[in-house]
């Protein structure tokens, strides 16, 4: 794969982002107060599962009730510039694609008007007991279909 071809996508404004607020504590950073880079994957994460409970679910009641969960199967990232400690960071969610088992999500870290990261990451559903690709729920499938 190219440098290029591996290039996270941009957000598109006239799609749907969600935007979920992280504040740096000490505990994401290293010893010269920077944001560890593992840390992003963290935040862009819990963002992902704001936004699901934002579309009204949630994985605990998705693995309860369809008997499946998501995973990530791909990340790529740009690091673009650092967070450091006690920074008040902007993490945007926006969904790219849908297919009937993946979605592929567009993501940026921002501080303030600072681009800091931008990511694609794709995430593929799976059922919870032997991780063998599941199909989105129909209901979920539709709500996530109204934010594209």
Not at 78 to 99: C, I, T, Y
Not at 119 to 129: P, Q
Request: charged letters at 25%.
């Amino acid at each position: 794969m190219t440098r290029a071809a591996a290039r996270p996508a941009r957000l598109q404004p006239e799609l749907f982002a969600y935007s979920f607020p992280v504040r740096v504590y000490f505990e994401n950073t290293d010893a010269g107060g920077v944001v560890y880079h593992a840390e992003y994957l963290k935040f862009l994460e819990r963002a992902r599962t704001e936004w699901l409970r934002h579309l009204g679910y949630d994985h605990q009641a998705l693995a309860r009730n369809h008997r499946i969960v998501f995973v990530v199967t791909q990340a790529v990232a740009d690091f673009l510039k650092p967070a450091r400690l006690d920074d008040n960071l902007a993490v945007s969610v926006q969904l790219e694609s849908l297919g009937k088992v993946r979605c592929v999500f567009v993501q940026e870290i921002r501080r303030e008007a600072d681009l800091l990261l931008r990511a694609k990451v794709t995430v593929a559903c799976v059922t919870g007991e032997h991780f063998k690709p599941a199909e989105i729920p129909e209901a979920l499938r539709r709500k996530m279909q109204a934010s594209l």
